[in-house]
């Protein structure tokens, strides 16, 4: 491996410049021990807003997330909104952080900076879910919110959302105008040394939004007839551990078990492999509490509280974990079935990923469904252009959910107050929350998916998930294993193709780096980069209309063939 003139370029830019002396010495340190690799992804590039800011793995470099990236980040975006004042007043900025390593070091290093740029500073007392800092630029007339987490990545990662007026993660122009700024900045650049302007904020907006948070129930009295439910909480060493068992508490339920002892906010996350709530292991203490206590629910959340999972205790007495497919479909017909006083023109949101059950949901309610490009940013997008209009539910197959339209982020509190919620509402109906999905399974369809992710690492990874993508762009698939395909979708160039009347269609979403393909038979292939990691993932989703005892067979046999799509 041989590191380029233009990467040794940049390494000696931070050799002499305005860097600090242990940050010098860790690069040379990488020198002397011929760590080539390492320098090369360093340095390779310089870190980029992906999916609404920064996210990469902690450690010296333009390429890592530290002191100085951080640094000139939060110049860059003050710069770019002090460009955006309209008048005399003073600009401010909501600021939240999560549970990991230096998470709380750079949040203070960012508020400072800010501050220095003559923004008032609106800092969490301590680490607040995603939702409570999106709430929070709403409710105190923010310009901007910036939130310290890598969300569920490995303890090596931490990130830098950015959010938006509107209490979204940003989006064009916004995001690309934040890029260009940023890049302008030298280290020299960041403004630091005034602290004047930071508020500490933290009790008074967390009760305003669990006081909101009711207005979203469904069935507020079947809450208080079942208030005892067993529900083991786990915040998997994460932001949730105080708000959400305060949430579930305010809104009726009374017999909370939370893990937040045995796993409390540590950014080393010791006590799981991954602080992901989509992967079972990262429930498994709960489960194993919940076994002991005899608990009917079990819900999960990752650092910053966006995500969440669950586990169901079902009618053989086991606990099985739902997807968030399932949870989100779960979400869709509960609230449609039961909710009264549904609002002006209702609709739904999902991203293209997500499952189509949720489609054939609220078609048969006579209910609109939109469909955005994968990222919560484009759910929140949606909400803040119909404004005409009454929203229901956003949801995305990562376990990302959202009922509450003065957020504008996936909402973990809410998510497992809405659970909690349907729990009750079965146990009402002397069913199981497995029981209640069934049902829909047997008015539907089953769906069933499974997602296939591949990491490729560093440089050389990156261009291997191009070229994937290229091999996939530029060949023409008819069948898939034999099964027509009947439509295609490419999303980076805007086009869909109907592949029975060989019309092309212009598809009505901003460019993005995705295919699909739908088949004869109602299967859906989803091809797409992660925004956020180094991963290319490919999500399978079929349809079984067969009797309950062979349909979970049948899907997975299908595909398992249908993998031989993936070309590495």
Not at 180 to 195: C, F
Not at 246 to 258: D, E, P, Q, R, Y
Request: glycine share 6%; hydrophobic share 35%.
């Amino acid at each position: 491996m041989k590191i380029s003139s233009e990467i040794k370029s940049k390494i000696d830019s931070w050799l002499n410049g305005s860097y600090d002396n242990d940050t010098k010495n860790k690069i040379k340190e990488m020198i002397d021990n011929e760590e080539e690799k390492e320098l090369i992804d360093s340095f390779y590039k310089d870190l980029e807003f992906g999916t609404g800011g920064l996210r990469g793995i902690m450690g010296v470099g333009s390429n890592r997330m530290n002191n100085y990236t951080v640094g000139m980040a939060t110049q860059g975006l003050a710069n770019y909104v002090l460009s955006q004042k309209k008048d005399d007043s003073t600009l401010s900025v909501a600021l939240g952080f999560d549970s990991r390593n230096n998470s709380k070091e750079f949040a203070n290093r960012v508020a400072e900076i800010l501050s220095s740029n003559g923004m008032n500073v609106y800092l969490y007392d301590d680490i607040r879910p995603i939702s409570l800092l999106s709430y929070a630029v709403r409710q105190l007339n923010c310009m901007a919110g910036i939130v310290i987490t890598a969300s569920h990545n490995p303890k090596e990662y931490n990130g830098y959302k950015v959010y938006w007026s509107d209490g979204a993660q940003v989006i064009s122009p916004h995001d690309k105008n934040i890029i260009n700024e940023v890049s302008k900045v030298k280290v020299e650049d960041i403004k630091l040394g005034d602290a004047s302007r930071v508020k500490i904020i933290g009790e008074e907006i967390e009760s305003a939004y669990i006081d909101e948070l009711k207005n979203y129930l469904v069935s507020p009295l079947l809450i208080k007839k079942h208030s005892d439910i067993k529900i083991v909480y786990t915040p998997i060493h994460g932001s949730g551990y105080k708000v959400v068992p305060t949430a579930l508490k305010s809104v009726g339920f009374n017999s909370i078990i939370s893990l937040e002892d045995i796993q409390k906010p540590d950014g080393n996350f010791p006590t799981v492999e991954s602080p992901n709530p989509e992967e079972a292991k990262a429930l498994k203490m709960a489960i194993d509490k919940a076994k002991e206590v005899n608990a009917e629910l079990v819900m999960g959340t990752d650092p910053d509280c966006d995500r969440m999972g669950c586990a169901i205790l079902n009618s053989k007495n086991e606990y099985e974990i739902l997807s968030g497919n399932q949870i989100g479909s779960l979400f869709a017909y509960y609230i449609l079935s039961n909710k009264k006083n549904i609002g002006k023109n209702p609709y739904i949101v999902k991203t293209i990923v997500t499952t189509e059950l949720a489609k054939s949901i609220a078609e048969s309610f006579n209910i609109d469904i939109y469909d955005t490009l994968t990222g919560f940013k484009w759910i929140a997008d949606k909400i803040e252009n119909k404004k005409d209009a009454t929203y229901l539910l956003g949801f995305e197959e990562s376990f990302g959910y959202l009922i509450n339209e003065n957020v504008r982020d996936k909402d973990g509190v809410s998510s497992c107050v809405m659970l909690a919620e349907i729990a009750a509402y079965c146990k009402e109906k002397s069913i199981s929350i497995i029981d209640y999905l069934d049902s829909v399974y047997e008015k539907y369809g089953f769906y069933y998916e499974e997602t296939v992710s591949i990491t490729k690492k560093g440089s050389d990874g990156a261009k291997e998930i191009n070229d994937m993508m290229s091999y996939y762009r530029n060949k023409t698939i008819s069948d898939i294993e034999g099964i027509k395909v009947v439509k295609s979708f490419d999303y980076e160039n805007k086009v869909a193709y109907d592949n029975n009347t060989n019309e092309k269609k212009n598809i009505d979403l901003p460019k993005s780096n995705v295919l699909q393909y739908i088949l004869e038979d109602s299967t859906k292939i989803t091809v797409r980069p992660s925004g956020t990691e180094p991963k290319i993932k490919f999500y399978f989703e079929v349809c079984i209309k067969e009797d309950k005892s062979k349909r979970v067979g049948l899907a997975k046999e299908k595909i398992a063939k249908l993998k031989s799509f993936i070309k590495e």
